[in-house]
């Protein structure tokens, strides 16, 4: 089970999770508005995109660049190289206990 923190400007909401579930599954866990995720968590339609808190950065693992994740980040208005992922895309860790991410303005 890991903590994981969803902020939106002074706003937090906090998610319990199961390890191997989603980032994707605890937001919708939360229904969370702000992540729409059209594709279900197919890694289809970029609806799901967040910015990682830059503490985590380099404890996340990185994008896989054969999937559809870095082109559909890339066509995001608000993409950031470092802090863009898909919550579809990121499978949830022990060591991710504590995690901050970002919501994006719509």
């Not at 729409?36 to 990682?52: E, L, P, Y």
Request: charged fraction near 30%.
């Amino acid at each position: 089970m890991a903590k994981i923190y969803f902020k939106k400007k002074d706003i937090i909401v906090e998610s319990e999770i199961n390890v191997g579930q989603t980032l994707l599954d605890a937001a919708k866990k939360m229904d969370i508005s702000d992540i729409t995720a059209d594709c279900k968590g197919n890694c289809a339609c970029g609806t799901c995109h967040v910015h990682i808190d830059e503490k985590w950065v380099d404890i996340i693992e990185p994008i896989y660049l054969a999937s559809l994740e870095p082109y559909l980040l890339e066509k995001s208005k608000q993409y950031n190289k470092k802090l863009s992922r898909l919550c579809c895309q990121i499978e949830i860790k022990n060591e991710y206990d504590g995690l901050i991410v970002h919501l994006l303005e719509s």
